[in-house]
């Protein structure tokens, strides 16, 4: 394409540009304003594409990382307690000592999810992470603040085991030995 050709494609994609700008602003003048007058006003949120904040089930983690490991920017940090013999617990039942997200790298992609065996971790409906510093961009979910709305048929089975074998009742305990706070209601 030549020097003309080039000018020409210029005034031909500004033109495009200007048509689709000025098809939208009249939308906007004959039928209100896109302005929400957020947080009063809210958009509606499509439940299956939509990517909100991670809910996290601390009690059900096993701390296999397989989540870490999917991460493409590694936002993900998992720490488990050692066991008796002060070895790590990776993969078995253990107490979750660090579960943190930071939503400062996450791209909310979704890869998290799927290779989680115990159903533990999933995408909510929540977007909304206000916040003035980096360090606030970071969730503790190992703190139970984001716990799962709507649990899949393997994750109610998998709570079911887990309340038959005392489990809840056994990491509470272990939790609260090391001093790790959590905010789950106790009846697990």
């Not at 958009?43 to 996290?56: A, F, K, N």
Request: charged fraction near 25%; glycine fraction near 8%.
């Amino acid at each position: 394409m030549g020097y003309f050709g080039n000018i020409w494609d210029g005034i031909r994609t500004t033109a495009q540009g200007l048509k689709l700008t000025t098809s939208v602003f009249a939308r906007a003048v004959t039928k209100g304003s896109y302005t929400l007058q957020y947080p009063e006003e809210n958009l509606p949120i499509d439940p299956v594409t939509h990517r909100g904040i991670h809910e996290y089930d601390v009690d059900r983690c096993i701390s296999c990382e397989a989540c870490a490991k999917a991460c493409p920017v590694d936002c993900i940090y998992i720490e488990s307690a050692p066991d008796a013999k002060g070895k790590p617990t990776k993969g078995k039942v253990s107490v979750m000592t660090r579960f943190d997200i930071d939503y400062s790298k996450c791209l909310f992609c979704g890869l998290c999810v799927p290779p989680c065996p115990s159903e533990c971790i999933q995408l909510g409906a929540r977007y909304s992470l206000p916040g003035h510093t980096r360090d606030e961009m970071v969730v503790h979910f190992h703190e139970g603040g984001y716990p799962v709305a709507e649990k899949t048929d393997h994750a109610k089975k998998m709570i079911e085991e887990f309340r038959a074998e005392g489990l809840y009742a056994k990491k509470r305990a272990e939790r609260a030995a090391l001093g790790i706070p959590t905010l789950r209601p106790a009846d697990g």
